[in-house]
């Protein structure tokens, strides 16, 4: 399988713990976005990588929220102190700067319930 | 503050019928109209994308309308099938550097097919 790879796809955690998810995107990919999903809404942007550079981060990225692409390949995004209303499901995309038309490759997401 | 409506929330159509989703957008900078189809517990794949210098684009059984003037696009699924039944999202987003980049999206039409 050559596609955007997540994990884990579910995960519980209590209120005030620590999580982390990883992403692994396509690899020839240089471009690498992490959206939010909630139930029956479409993706928010939260942020993207251009290699290594985090070029953008959304409002919706609060200081809980941390987002590393170290070496231009996997990417993690860590939320410290989880809240109840960070349960979503968070997507991880790719795609190939440079090229018109490139288009964002979604992963299968990671569930996040926060009891 | 929502850039992309989109209408209806959810759409019943019957096997070999036509579904229609339409979207409306705000930002006049936007140049790239992707639709993406999601199923259950999966991330959202690209279906088919417009520019905004030609007013139709068709692939297969997908076609895309777009009117520039009226800032709107829409979805057209011909002869719909049973396993067309999923979520659709439309998004909008500037092209920075030749390729796309931060995709906004409309809130999503749950689609069900009847046989």
């Known amino acids: 399988d050559t596609g955007v790879s997540q994990d884990p796809r579910h995960k519980i955690t209590k209120r005030g713990q620590n999580v982390t998810f990883r992403c692994d995107p396509i690899s020839e990919h240089n471009r690498l976005y992490w959206y939010r999903q909630t139930l029956g809404q479409g993706p928010e942007f939260l942020t993207y990588?251009?290699?290594?550079?985090?070029?953008?981060k959304s409002r919706l990225l609060s200081d809980r929220f941390s987002a590393e692409r170290p070496k231009g390949s996997f990417s993690t995004l860590e939320i410290q102190r989880t809240e109840q209303g960070d349960s979503a499901m968070y997507l991880c995309?790719?795609?190939?700067?440079?090229?018109?038309?490139?288009?964002?490759?979604f992963g299968n997401g990671t569930r996040l319930t926060v009891t | 503050q929502q850039q992309v409506k989109q209408s209806p929330q959810s759409l019943i159509v019957q096997k070999g019928g036509i579904s229609i989703i339409n979207c409306a957008y705000e930002?006049?900078?936007?140049?790239?109209f992707p639709w993406y189809q999601q199923f259950p517990g999966k991330g959202p794949a690209l279906l088919i994308a417009?520019?905004?210098?030609?007013s139709e684009k068709k692939e297969g059984r997908f076609t895309i309308s777009f009117n520039k003037s009226a800032k709107q696009f829409s979805l057209h699924i011909m002869d719909s099938q049973p396993g067309d039944s999923a979520t659709y999202f439309c998004a909008a987003s500037r092209n920075y550097g030749g390729a796309t980049n931060k995709l906004i999206f409309g809130t999503g039409t749950l689609l069900a097919v009847q046989p």
């Open positions: 417009i520019r905004p210098d030609v």
């Open positions: 930002n006049t900078a936007f140049d790239y």
């Open positions: 995309a790719s795609s190939l700067g440079g090229l018109e038309d490139s288009p964002l490759h």
């Open positions: 990588f251009q290699n290594e550079a985090q070029l953008e």
